[in-house]
Structure formats: structure tokens, C-alpha cells
């Protein structure tokens, strides 16, 4: 397990997830965000490289300290002869957040700050 460059964020598997499944199926997987902060709250948000073929629930939330929350990876019903690739990525950022905010969608549309941004690799394998 690794954590982000400076906010504490870890992601569990850490560089890359395994989708297996028919091409006609819709596929779940589980990705675990960790706040491994004793004092900072967390904002985070998830988006992949290809939103029609892969969807993410939730897609932001607010992790308090050591809190974790489960992300469902999902790989839609696709055309194999239409998408020619195997690999995708999901890019989830974090930032720390001060004060009360509650709504992550009011934080992630009002802040100015850079987040910090983690790639993950998404494989496809097709049965």
C-alpha cells in the first residue's frame, strides 16, 4: 500500500485493478480509499479515462481521519470489436479540507487548489 504524495491518501490495490468478464456483462470491482490522517479530513474524487465503458460509485466524497470508503469499479457491456484497447486508467484526487464542509460536491466546484492526482491502470480481460 502507498500513500499519495503528501495528503495521506491510500488506495488499496495501488497501481492497477483486474476487470474479468464477458464483454456483455456489466463487471463490478472494489477500490478502497484510506485517510491514513489522524487530524485531516480528506476530499476525494474519482474519474476514469473512459466514462462510457467504465463508472464509478461514488464518485466524490469526504473521508474524515483513518476513515476508509469502498468505490465501485464498473465495467459496462461493451462491443470487443469497437473498443480496441485492454487498458483504461481512473484518475482519483485528494485534497485536505479545513473547516466544516459537509457537501463534497460544493467543495470540489468552490476550491481553487491543485489536488493531488493518483493514476490507476484498469485491465480488461475479456472470458
Not at 497501481?15 to 487530524?39: F, H, P, W, Y
Not at 474519474?47 to 464509478?56: E, N
Not at 463534497?104 to 484498469?122: G, L
Amino acid at each position: 500500500m502507498s500513500a499519495s504524495k503528501g495528503f495521506g491518501l491510500l488506495l488499496v490495490p495501488t497501481e492497477s485493478l483486474v476487470i474479468e468478464g464477458k464483454a456483455a456483462d456489466t463487471v463490478e470491482v472494489q477500490l478502497v480509499l484510506k485517510n491514513s490522517n489522524d487530524n485531516i479530513r480528506l476530499a476525494y474524487k474519482v474519474k476514469p479515462a473512459s466514462p462510457s465503458l467504465i463508472r464509478t460509485q461514488p464518485v466524490i466524497g469526504i473521508l474524515e481521519p483513518q476513515q476508509s470508503a469502498v468505490v465501485t469499479v464498473r465495467r459496462m457491456p461493451y462491443d470487443p470489436e469497437q473498443y480496441s484497447g485492454n487498458v483504461t486508467k481512473l484518475l482519483v484526487m485528494s485534497l485536505p479540507i479545513s473547516g466544516k464542509v459537509s457537501e463534497p460536491k460544493v467543495f470540489w466546484a468552490t476550491t481553487e487548489k491543485e489536488p493531488v492526482k493518483n493514476r490507476i491502470s484498469i485491465k480488461i480481460v475479456q472470458t
